[in-house]
């Protein structure tokens, strides 16, 4: 098992660029989310899904678009970049059975908005 | 609603003395509560995680926590660090809210081991 995988590690843009930041997990797993990570204020929920073709808003939702057409891959669009973007972004499954309420993380995306 | 709070932004210990880390919590109900660890440009790590079970959790690398309802507290504990346990440690409550599942965050705990 890969686990979560996410791509890239690392990006830089320029206001106004949009991209994808893109999130894989082999664990069929039905709940997904996006966190950013900003110094001083832990991990902020962007959007979640509980399944291919259901997805939520979370805590910081604005800027950002999710989909989720398969249970595997679950993309975080960047629709015009702007420098309040700038953070690390994870990607986490959360587990089920015995690890229950577990979330898997991914190693995270290094966004540098400029 | 939920929240967590940890209370140390920092925490500098030498290396072979106890390490806590402190983090309370608020919740309407019975809580699952989790630590977890972070390193330098790493992803997050599953230290332990409490879900109405025991108590007392014990994790990884040595560490342990105890769910102590009356304090609504879930301290870290490590009876003797290490260099490698230099880290950043995340507090996090979950559960559902507002008919959704939702992971709440400390602003987290920088743990620094003096050799």
């Known amino acids: 098992n890969a686990g979560v995988t996410q791509t890239p590690k690392f990006q830089v843009l320029k206001t106004g660029q949009s991209m994808t930041l893109q999130c894989a997990q082999d664990m069929n797993h039905e709940y997904m989310s996006w966190y950013r990570q900003d110094p001083g204020m832990g991990l902020r929920l962007i959007h979640y899904?509980?399944?291919?073709?259901?997805?939520d808003q979370g805590e910081v939702p604005n800027g950002y678009n999710v989909s989720r057409s398969t249970t595997e891959d679950f993309p975080l669009r960047l629709l015009s970049a702007a420098p309040s973007q700038t953070s690390v972004y994870f990607c986490a499954s959360r587990g089920e059975g015995l690890a229950y309420n577990e979330q898997f993380f991914g190693p995270g995306t290094r966004l540098t908005v400029l | 609603a939920q929240s967590v709070t940890q209370l140390d932004s920092h925490v500098s210990v030498s290396e072979g003395t106890p390490v806590l880390l402190r983090c309370n919590y608020s919740?309407?109900?019975?809580?699952?509560l989790f630590w977890y660890v972070q390193h330098p440009n790493k992803g997050l790590q599953l230290l332990l995680k409490?879900?109405?079970?025991?108590?007392l959790v014990k994790g990884i690398n040595g560490f342990e926590a105890e769910f102590k309802k009356s304090e609504t507290s879930f301290h870290l504990t490590k009876p003797s660090a290490h260099m490698s346990d230099a880290a950043e440690y995340f507090c996090v409550v979950s559960g559902w809210m507002d008919s959704s599942y939702k992971l709440i965050f400390g602003s987290g705990t920088r743990l620094l081991v003096r050799p």
């Open positions: 899904s509980v399944g291919a073709g259901i997805t």
């Open positions: 409490y879900t109405s079970a025991a108590t």
């Open positions: 919740s309407s109900y019975s809580p699952s």
